[in-house]
C-alpha cells in the first residue's frame, strides 16, 4: 500500500498532550465534524502551490494537498467564533472570500522565483477574518509583522513561533490549526498557555508537531500559566 493510500485508510488518531490541547493525526475533513465551533482559526494550510524546494542539501517530503486550493477554502470558511488568520499566496486572493484585512509578513530574505521577471517576495500575507466575538485583546494592531524566517529544518514551509505567537496574541479562545504540519502553531500557543487543537494528515509531520509542542509545554514562557498535564492519553 502507498502512502496516500495507507492515509485515505486511516482512521483519525487524538493525542492529549496536556489539558486543553490535544493533536490529531488524521485527514482534518473527518476530524473537523468532531470537533464543533473554535475560538480562532491560526493557520497555514496547503494552497495549491505544489511547494518542494530544489535548493535543500536535505529535501522535503512533498507536502500533502498541495497541488489544490480546497485546504485553504476549508481554512478561510471554517467557523470561528473570535477570529481567523490564514496565510496564503497574494495569488490566491481571487479564490477566497473577502477579508476584512491582509496582515503582511516581512521576511529577512526573500524567495527566489523568476529572476528576470519579477520582484523578489520579501513578504507572505495572512487574510485577517473576525468572527462574530471579536474584539483586539491588546489594542488595534498594524497590518504588518517583521520576523526572521526559520531555516525550515522541520518541514518546508515552516513559519517562525515568534510569528505565529504574535498573530495568537491577536485572538481569544481555543486556537485550532486543521493544517499543523510540524506543529509552529501549536507551540505558540503552548508558550503562551492557549488551548489549542492540531491536525495533520503525514505521520511524519504529526510526529514532530507533538515533540515539539511537548517540549514547549515544559518550557512555557514567564507569567504565563501553562495548561495542566493529561489526565489520560486518549486515542480514537
Not at 473527518?30 to 542539501?57: C, H, K, Q, T, W
Not at 496574541?169 to 489549542?196: H, I, N, Q, Y
Not at 514532530?208 to 480514537?236: G, T, V, Y
Request: with cysteine.
Amino acid at each position: 500500500m502507498n502512502e496516500a493510500a495507507r492515509r485515505n485508510d486511516m482512521s483519525p488518531r487524538k493525542e492529549v498532550l496536556a489539558e486543553g490541547v490535544e493533536c490529531w493525526l488524521g485527514d482534518c475533513r473527518e476530524v473537523l465534524p468532531l470537533i464543533g465551533r473554535v475560538g480562532a482559526v491560526v493557520s497555514d494550510p496547503p494552497y495549491g502551490m505544489g511547494f518542494r524546494s530544489n535548493y535543500r542539501v536535505v529535501r522535503h517530503d512533498a507536502i500533502a494537498n498541495d497541488a489544490e486550493e480546497w485546504p485553504l477554502q476549508l481554512a478561510v470558511n471554517y467557523p470561528a467564533d473570535h477570529s481567523s488568520y490564514v496565510f496564503c499566496r497574494w495569488d490566491n486572493l481571487p479564490t477566497v472570500r473577502k477579508p476584512k484585512s491582509l496582515v503582511t509578513w516581512v521576511k529577512n530574505n526573500w524567495s527566489m522565483g523568476d529572476l528576470q521577471h519579477e520582484h523578489a517576495r520579501q513578504t507572505e500575507v495572512a487574510l485577517f477574518y473576525p468572527g462574530p466575538q471579536h474584539d483586539f485583546p491588546r489594542g488595534r494592531p498594524t497590518d504588518v509583522i517583521e520576523c526572521a524566517r526559520t531555516g525550515n529544518a522541520f518541514h518546508p514551509t515552516e513559519k517562525p513561533v515568534d510569528l505565529m505567537r504574535a498573530v495568537i496574541e491577536w485572538t481569544r479562545g481555543t486556537v485550532l490549526d486543521p493544517f499543523m504540519g510540524s506543529g509552529t502553531t501549536g507551540v505558540a500557543a503552548a508558550k503562551l498557555g492557549r488551548r489549542f487543537i492540531g491536525i495533520e494528515i503525514e505521520p511524519k509531520y504529526f510526529d514532530i508537531a507533538c515533540r515539539r509542542i511537548s517540549e514547549a509545554l515544559k518550557q512555557p514562557d514567564m507569567f504565563i500559566e501553562r495548561p495542566a498535564p493529561a489526565k489520560q492519553e486518549a486515542l480514537w
